[in-house]
């Protein structure tokens, strides 16, 4: 059983760039979610795939956006980065409508200057 | 609408117990525990139904109150390696998680 790959796993970028990260999704699993992680709290949703279609949406502007393959590996892009987009972004997989937990990955650090 | 989790942090001496809890202002149908090492990814550690039975291994289990909207999770007899932040999960009405801030607990030798 393969877990949940991220990459890279450490960036740096000026304000205003663009980024895109990425992440494979455990075998057997149909579902990527991306959470913002900002030092000292909790996971942010910020949106989630489901069949290469957005299934849902936490309070992220629209330069936050994403990509699902038909493998189930997914993107992550941000647009015009922001001071404040500095974090660690994780990706999780989980299987839709079951009640089973969901697969991290170990996350990107993105630092933006 | 986010779970809240207290206590915010505990420490504690190897052999000690802790309970950590969550709350929901809307019901709950299901919560997720994880628990998060420094510079790690989030580790599932059960998920509690409602209707369901308490969950458990080893020494962490967690049990699920619906009347109270409540979970906790406890943790008997802690290890070292029991140190991390544990965050508890609840569904959003998009299917997503919905996480609270954490608690952290460092357990003392």
């Known amino acids: 059983e393969t877990g949940v790959t991220q990459s890279p796993t450490h960036l740096i970028k000026t304000r205003g760039q663009q980024v895109t990260l990425r992440c494979s999704s455990q075998s057997g699993h149909n579902t990527v979610s991306w959470y913002q992680q900002a030092l000292g709290q909790g996971p942010q949703f910020i949106f989630q795939y489901y069949r290469e279609e957005e299934n849902g949406r936490g309070n992220f502007p629209p330069r936050f956006s994403g990509l699902q393959f038909p493998n189930y590996s997914s993107e992550l892009n941000v647009n015009a980065l922001e001071l404040d987009d500095s974090a660690l972004y994780l990706c999780a997989s989980s299987l839709l409508g079951r009640p089973y937990g969901y697969t991290f990955g170990s996350g990107t650090r993105l630092t933006v200057v | 609408q986010q779970p809240v989790q207290s206590p915010q942090a505990v420490i504690l001496r190897e052999g000690e117990d802790a309970v950590i809890n969550c709350s929901s202002s809307k019901a709950l149908y299901s919560v997720h525990w994880y628990r998060q090492k420094h510079g790690e990814a989030p580790v599932f550690l059960m998920i509690?139904?409602?209707?369901?039975e308490q969950k458990g291994h080893e020494k962490i289990s967690a049990s699920f109150n619906e009347k109270k909207q409540q979970s906790s999770l406890y943790l008997t007899a802690s290890q070292l390696s029991y140190s991390g932040t544990y965050f508890c999960g609840t569904r959003g009405s998009q299917g997503n998680l919905i996480f609270g801030k954490g608690t952290k607990l460092s357990v003392k030798p």
């Open positions: 509690l139904l409602k209707g369901g």
